[in-house]
């Protein structure tokens, strides 16, 4: 079946009737192809003299945009930028003013401080002006004192030494006394006492040589001494030890039964030998067992005093307390410089402690050594005394008294 329709004729673009070919054209309508022809011909040739123009415009407007939007974006830089500025300058600012306003504190912080510095070296200046005027009197008051109240002073002082030395033994009570006199002898500053002062020097140099005892470290033997009698066991069970003091108890290690050496049978012996050497080793084992269950039933002592082992609970806490009595009278003799009866005591303690306490234990033997080491320490010093500073008062004070009367 053949396809019967016409062909698309090409479209033909109409006229433009303000121009001549288009007046033309409605003119004479019945114009033939060739003047349609040469119409579309000349239309080609005004298109293409308008594109350039279009091309140049269109160059142009984007050339504008692109400016536009350059300045644009520029613009919002520059705003940006002065945005950030400002928030740096507004920063700055603000720590400008606390920093002023922290100098100003400062400022008068230091102006507080020189103004407490200024009133502090006032008072200073003040002190130290009565300080000199105290200082003065008291040069004044030493100057015009009179020799007899002087050589009082110093008198009273030496007696104060002597006294120290003779009653209490402490020697450095006593140089403490005999260098308040030379200061004061010192301060006064007359030539007819530099004799005295010799005198006392030559005494605190024989007072300063003495060797004296350490109180305090014998004193803490003696309380280490007072704590072991107060724990270390009795021949008899009491409050303290109920048990006793057996050696294991002491902390010395109980001793084995001493073996018997029985013939060990050889490993490729007969069965009726190892049996018989078995039954040999029966009685000396069950001896063995038989002393370690009795070992703590029975316990054999040598005892010196019988009555030890008589006493009653109280009679043992009695004899506890006796022994710290005498242990504070042992004190009271080391602080009076009492050499007979520390010695009497500590041998008194040192037999009690043999008699009536266990000598297998650690703390007896300990408690033992130590009183015997007390009693053996030797409490009285040679102490000098002062009679020489005192001969050479009492020669002033006499040369003194025969001027005046003299004088008189």
């Known amino acids: ?21 288009s007046a033309g054209a409605k003119s004479s309508p019945a114009k033939g192809a060739g003047s349609s022809q040469g119409a579309t011909s000349s239309r080609p040739r005004r298109t293409g003299g308008a594109s350039p123009m279009v091309a140049t415009l269109v160059v142009v407007v984007l050339l ?122 010192a301060r006064a ?33 003696i309380d280490r001494l007072v704590m072991l009698v107060g724990k270390a066991p009795l021949l008899v069970p009491d409050a303290v030890a109920p048990s006793g003091a057996t050696p294991a108890a002491a902390g010395a290690p109980v001793p084995p039964p001493p073996a018997v050496a029985q013939p060990v049978p050889p490993a490729d012996a007969a069965w009726w030998q190892r049996w018989r050497a078995e039954i040999a080793s029966w009685p000396e084992r069950a001896g063995a067992a038989l002393v370690r269950e009795l070992g703590d039933l029975v316990r054999v002592q040598r005892v010196d005093e019988p009555s030890a082992l008589l006493l009653s609970p109280e009679q043992a806490d009695q004899l506890r307390g006796t022994l710290r009595q005498r242990l504070l009278t042992v004190q009271l003799a080391l ?16 037999r009690t402690l043999d008699t009536y306490f266990d000598r297998r234990s650690a703390d007896t033997l300990a408690a033992v050594g130590m009183a015997r080491e007390l009693a053996q320490t030797e409490i009285k010093v040679a102490v000098p005394d002062v009679a020489d500073s005192l001969n050479a008062v009492a020669a002033l004070r006499a040369a003194g008294s025969g001027s005046s009367q003299g004088r008189d």
Not at 197 to 210: F, K, M, S, Y
Not at 336 to 341: A, E, S
Request: charged residues 20%; without cysteine.
């Open 1 to 21: 079946m053949t396809d019967k329709t016409p062909a698309t004729a090409p479209a033909v673009e109409p006229a433009d009737p303000s121009t001549p070919a």
């Open 64 to 185: 504008a945009l692109v400016l536009v939007a350059a300045l644009w974006m520029q613009r919002q830089q520059f705003l940006a930028a002065g945005r950030e500025i400002a928030s740096r300058l507004d920063s700055v600012s603000s720590a400008l003013a606390q920093t002023r306003a922290d100098t100003r504190q400062a400022l008068a912080l230091a102006q507080a401080q020189s103004e407490r510095v200024a009133a502090l070296e006032n008072s200073l200046r003040e002190a130290q002006s009565q300080y000199s005027a105290l200082q003065q009197a008291w040069q004044d008051f030493n100057d015009n004192v009179s020799d007899d109240v002087l050589v009082n002073d110093v008198e009273r002082l030496l007696t104060i030494a002597d006294q120290q030395l003779r009653l209490g033994g402490s020697v450095s009570n006593a140089i403490v006394a005999l260098e308040t006199a030379q200061s004061r002898l």
């Open 189 to 221: 500053g007359r030539p007819r006492y530099a004799s005295l002062q010799q005198t006392i020097n030559g005494d605190l140099d024989r007072l300063r040589a003495v060797k004296t005892i350490d109180v305090a470290a014998q004193a803490a033997r």
């Open 335 to 350: 602080l009076m410089r009492q050499p007979d009866i520390w010695k009497s005591e500590l041998d008194t303690v040192v």
